[in-house]
């Protein structure tokens, strides 16, 4: 069983930083894509930031430039940095991660159990 946890959400003043990590566990062959959406109340959930196995990142464009996502493969781990946060930033934030759990079977989506992320004016 393929487990995401993300921890470091929390509440901060406009203009500061936070940072949430995401770990993957459990039965894991090969991870492809690492990522994070959000979600605020009554809207659907959007990409933050995807970063591939290989490095290459892409980014929403409401967060480009503010936020950084980086990965460590061999912990499998994801993290995001998030720095000039403004009040519409508030959401839930959910890792993302697309893991092939053993050679014979294809990769598949896993979600988080999601993080709050809220910023105050």
């Known amino acids: 069983q393929v487990q995401l946890v993300e921890s470091g959400g929390g509440l901060v003043q406009a203009g500061g930083s936070l940072r949430l990590s995401c770990a993957a566990s459990?039965?894991?062959?090969?991870?492809?894509?690492m990522g994070w959406y959000r979600q605020a109340p009554g809207k659907q959930r959007e990409l933050v930031a995807v970063?591939?196995?290989?490095?290459?990142?892409n980014y929403g464009a409401s967060v480009k430039g503010r936020f950084t996502i980086s990965r460590d493969s061999a912990k499998k781990t994801v993290d995001l940095q998030l720095l000039s946060l403004k009040p519409e930033d508030t959401a839930a934030y959910y890792c993302?991660?697309?893991?092939?759990?053993?050679?014979?079977?294809?990769?598949?989506?896993?979600w988080g159990q999601g993080t709050q992320v809220t910023v105050s004016s």
């Open positions: 993302n991660a697309d893991i092939r759990d053993s050679v014979r079977t294809l990769s598949r989506g896993y």
């Open positions: 459990g039965r894991i062959f090969s991870i492809n894509d």
């Open positions: 970063i591939s196995s290989d490095g290459s990142t």
